[in-house]
């Protein structure tokens, strides 16, 4: 095998695994230890650009756009799940536009030729495509191993296709409970869940998309670690018989530069760890209630706080995410330089192992 490891990445199209993807990307591109790593990042043409904002200035992570194939009921030019109204029911044709992209990622793999392709849980159908190639494939899951090894593994199978929301408030067989302070859920988290395995249009469900990537890979990714999850990790890799490579966590550097002298001004009023900060996420929106509550419940805390409201294009709701003290010290320990180099050398050095097997 050359000297230079060659990667191809296909995640979903929504930033909340578009980012992920491009950060493991960063990562493994840029890591002293690896001997080199190409990545070939794919997504749809309209992503593109943005995709490369992200990206530093030198590095050796190209972008490939994908031209997504018209969809009935997709309006026309949308290519991620940002370009969509929250709540929207188009979101599930995305998945479909991207199973009708089969035939270009074949034929990109087929010019392209990578050791590894590195998959999300829409492209299911994959590995069909790459192993006859001589790629070996590679499911990365952007949701914590926890949320894989409660959801998504074929244990949930004895319920049959439909389960309830009974089956779903209870872990599924052979969960690792007693390590884990999760013994049911509630029935509205269950609800929630139902979800996955529900068809739209006939398609497949999330369920099935997810459980085919990783039966059909040859191994696992995922940001985590042992230290953090090392029971669910066992219990997948049980499950599937697959290995997980662990990668720690995936997340943007921290920022550098200085602040606005008007956020330095008022967060220098307070001391150090007593400013709240509240965010959901970029596509995860609040109703006007839902804003209500949550500013209440922190004005009741006596706390000061600051709140990120970033209005979708419709223009009514919030969107928020709660980021608590003791977050802030797993994030400082986890994002140490000497800690960081050491999961991505491993990985890289797995990655390495996997594609000459």
């Given at each position: ?168 408030m209870s872990p599924p067989p052979g969960f690792p409970s007693a390590a884990s302070s999760i013994r049911s859920v509630p029935a509205y988290q269950a609800a929630d869940f139902l979800y ?162």
């Open positions: 095998m050359d000297s230079e490891l060659h990667v191809v990445m296909c995640p979903f199209l929504a930033f909340g695994h578009i980012s992920p993807f491009l950060q493991l990307a960063r990562k493994i591109s840029s890591c002293a230890a690896s001997g080199g790593v190409r990545v070939t990042f794919l997504s749809a043409a309209a992503n593109v650009p943005r995709i490369e904002s992200l990206l530093p200035a030198s590095t050796s992570i190209s972008v490939v756009p994908l031209h997504l194939p018209a969809v009935p009921g997709l309006p026309p030019g949308v290519e991620s799940t940002a370009d969509l109204p929250p709540t929207s029911p188009a979101a599930e044709l995305l998945k479909l536009a991207v199973d009708g992209t089969r035939p270009q990622v074949e034929s990109l793999l087929r010019e392209l030729r990578p050791h590894l392709a590195v998959f999300d849980f829409c492209m299911q159908w994959l590995p069909e495509v790459a192993e006859p190639l001589g790629v070996r494939t590679l499911f990365f899951s952007v949701f914590a191993a926890v949320s894989t090894a409660y959801l998504t593994v074929p244990a949930r199978r004895l319920h049959g296709p439909a389960p309830t929301l009974g089956d779903m996955i395995f529900k068809s739209f249009g006939g398609g497949v469900c999330v369920y099935e998309r997810v459980v085919k990537c990783i039966e059909s890979c040859s191994a696992i990714v995922a940001k985590t670690c042992t230290e953090m999850e090392g029971p669910y990790i066992d219990y997948i890799e049980r499950q599937f018989g697959k290995p997980m490579l662990l990668a720690g966590p995936v997340v943007p550097a921290p920022l550098e530069g200085k602040l606005e002298a008007r956020w330095a001004k008022w967060l220098g009023g307070f001391a150090e760890g007593t400013v709240v900060f509240s965010s959901f996420g970029s596509e995860t929106f609040l109703t006007d209630e839902g804003e209500r509550e949550l500013l209440l419940g922190l004005e009741m805390t006596g706390m000061p706080f600051l709140v990120v409201l970033n209005r979708p294009k419709s223009g009514t709701n919030g969107e928020h995410e709660e980021v608590r003290k003791k977050h802030g010290k797993w994030r400082e320990f986890l994002l140490e330089k000497e800690l960081q180099d050491g999961f991505t050398a491993k990985l890289v050095e797995r990655l390495r192992q996997l594609a000459k097997a």
